[in-house]
């Protein structure tokens, strides 16, 4: 399969966020959450155009891409999540960039998110 060009491509826009929680909190779960609130508060419809995706998440801070057009309904979809399976958080989202290296560096300064495999891949 070919690579599309990129006039093609969907536009994205990537938001870093730090997630404050009582105890630890694995990927799946929010995973989980993000798209059960996601699906409460878009419906079916509004939560596909969404295209929410958990991009990366490490040590309660990590990146999430959206659709360009529909930032706005994520970042109120993710203000929404109050538990993640009983425990009490808060996603606090950091910034939103353009790229994921954009955002990483800008906002995640100094934490790393990504394995080496995924940097190197990032980086080129």
Known sequence: MKVLPPTIRENKRYLAFELIA????????????????????????GSSECNIWLFAFEDFKGVISCDREHVRQTRATLATITNVKGRRVSLHILGVSGTVLGATKKYLEGVDIFSPEEQSHINE
């Open 22 to 45: 009582d105890g630890p909190v694995s990927r799946d779960d929010l995973i989980r959450e993000i798209f059960s609130v996601s699906g409460s508060l878009l419906g079916d419809l």
